[in-house]
Every structure is written in C-alpha cells, then in structure tokens.
C-alpha cells in the first residue's frame, strides 16, 4: 500500500466471524445467566447457566447479584456501554459478563475466520484483504505496509487471524512473526480480552479460551483491561492520533459513528487532513445516514458512506 492507510473497526467488522453487534451483546449476557423454558433444549440449557453462575461466583458475584444485573440490562433499550454508564456500581460485574459472553465467540470464530464463507454465507473478508495487501508480502515485511487497524472491539480475531495466516504458510518462525506484528500491532481503543501467547505479555490468554469454573488460574480477568464508551469520557486515545494524523486514506467498516467513539479517535481535530474517508453504511436508511454524516460533522462526503458489506467494500473501493 503506498499511501498511510487506516482501516477503523466496529462492531460490524467482527459480525461476520460469529461476533455479536452492541445489541446483540446484550442479548448474549442476558442468555448466559437464564434457562430458556420454551427451549429444546432445556437440560443442557440449565446446565450451562448453571456454569456459568459458577464462574461468576468464583470471581465473587453472587447468583442474586448475576441475575439481577442480567435482568436489569434486558430490561432497558440501551447497550451494555450505556447501560453501565448509568449505574457505576455494576461496572465490574458488567465487564465480567463481557468477557464470559465473548470467550465462547473466540472459539467458534476460528472456525468461520479460516472457512471461504463467513457466517452470512459471503466471502471471508480476513481472507479477502490478507490476499490483498499481504499475500506476496514476507512475514518479516508485514510492519512496512502503511496499513494499521484501530477497533472499537473488545475480540482479538484479527490480529489472531494475521499471525495464524502467517505462521501457517512459514514453519518454525512464530517468534519472527510475531516481532513483525507487533511493530504494527492491531489497537483496541476499550482493551480486549488480554494479551495473546505470542504477544510476549505476560500473563497471556489463549484466543477462544474454554473457562472451567472453580480451577485455579482459570479467573483471566484480572489480566484483562477493558473499558466502556463513557469511561474516560473525553479522553483521546493515546495511540490513534499520530495514526490519524497521518493517514492519507482512512476506512471505516462495520462502525455505528457514536460521536463519544469519534471523540476518542480525536477525530474532529483539525490536523486530521486525509482526503478519502471512506465508511461502509450496510442496510442504513436515509434518516440514519443523515444522522451518520450530522454526528460525523460532514468530515466524510455522502457519496463515499456506502451501502455494503465489509467484503464488498473491499471489492468495489479499494
């Protein structure tokens, strides 16, 4: 890539590889603590809220405390981020549950980041873009390529997928990769779920760990940093403005444009001068892309807030 290029990341980036939107975490949490009565299902549906509230009482949430967080949050039309901004005092117990519905994820991700298809039945669009930029690139190269990738998300799929594509097609050289990698690494603006193996951080967290309640070593959370929206409010991410600054092509995909989120990136400063912002705006009407560009403060023109996905962004912009 010649240009200094910035891939942004939200939600709908990850969708495709099993990930749950904002909504749709919410949903995830609420499942985890509560017996689905109507299901199938119902004996291995108890067992695993059963497991579940174990894990969290092994990290000290009693089943009173889970539950009544869990209904709570169903009970509100706002996402896990605003529904913990309105009440601090379930902040810990949040993030817990963050972490317990996006674990399971991990795993059955690996399956669909290395399948052709993705979960909607569409190109792999890891695949598609590490054939773009990366397929003749070396491995010891990888950090030279002008391109970074900012998420808004707390899963560790790409930078997982990056050095498993790398690592696979060269033997015997993981330490050389992951050098490689993290001279570009991938930044989470709100952390993620800790660091993996060859992140060379210690403690580390396998990608799609399996949690087993009450073994000892199996709590990752207190090695986990991780942070909503409205924490830290008003603070711009240390690391994504010397980024920004200097990107000459800047793409969003799969992001909602929540102006808090913008506001981290600083993204309304004025040394931000890239002239092609580009942004994947899939299934929007346009009241919602009105709303897209108001809270964006018109810095990306209407004709380059597209209708499509992720893969097809890839195919038809860049």
Same mark, same amino acid.
């Given at each position: ?30 499942? +985890?603590?509560? &017996? ?30 889970? +539950?009544?967080?869990?209904? &709570? ?55 598609? +873009? ?8 070396? /491995? ?25 594509? /790398? ?13 490689? %990698? %993290? ?6 603006? /709100?952390?993620?779920?800790?660091? %993996?193996? *060859? ?78 912002? *580009? ?11 009105? &709303? ?15 209708? /499509?996905?992720?893969?097809?962004? %890839?195919?038809?912009?860049?």
């Amino acid at each position: 890539m010649e240009k200094n290029t910035v891939f942004i990341l939200g939600a709908g980036a990850s969708m495709p590889f099993g990930f749950p939107s904002g909504d749709g975490l919410k949903d995830e949490i609420y499942n +985890l603590f509560h &017996r689905e009565i109507s299901s199938d299902s119902f004996i291995l549906n108890k067992k695993k809220v059963e497991r579940n509230l174990s894990i969290m009482a092994t990290n000290g949430y009693s089943q009173t405390e889970v +539950l009544e967080f869990s209904t &709570r949050l169903k009970r509100t039309p706002f996402t896990i981020d605003e529904f913990l901004a309105q009440d601090n005092d379930y902040q810990g117990i949040g993030k817990y549950a963050i972490s317990l519905a996006l674990f399971p994820k991990e795993e059955e991700a690996i399956y669909w980041m290395f399948n052709s298809k993705d979960v909607f039945g569409e190109p792999n669009w890891y695949q598609y +873009l590490f054939r773009l930029f990366y397929k003749d690139v070396p /491995y010891d190269e990888y950090h030279n390529q002008n391109i970074r990738f900012i998420t808004f998300n707390y899963d560790r799929s790409l930078e997982y997928f990056l050095f498993e594509s /790398y690592a696979n097609a060269n033997k015997d050289v993981d330490e050389k990769i992951a050098e490689s %990698l %993290l001279e570009s690494p991938v930044i989470h603006v /709100y952390g993620k779920l800790g660091s %993996l193996p *060859w992140e060379d951080k210690k403690p580390s967290i396998p990608f799609g760990l399996n949690l087993v309640p009450g073994k000892e070593g199996n709590k990752p959370w207190q090695d986990i940093e991780l942070y909503t929206m409205y924490e830290k409010e008003g603070l711009v991410h240390s690391s994504t403005e010397k980024i920004l600054h200097e990107a000459e092509n800047i793409y969003f995909l799969g992001f909602g444009f929540d102006k808090n989120n913008l506001n981290r990136l600083g993204f309304f400063d004025s040394n931000i001068t890239a002239p092609d912002i *580009w942004a994947t705006a899939y299934d929007k009407t346009p009241p919602e892309l009105g &709303r897209i560009l108001n809270n964006a403060e018109k810095m990306i023109r209407s004709d380059y807030l597209k209708n /499509y996905s992720c893969i097809d962004f %890839l195919r038809n912009v860049i």
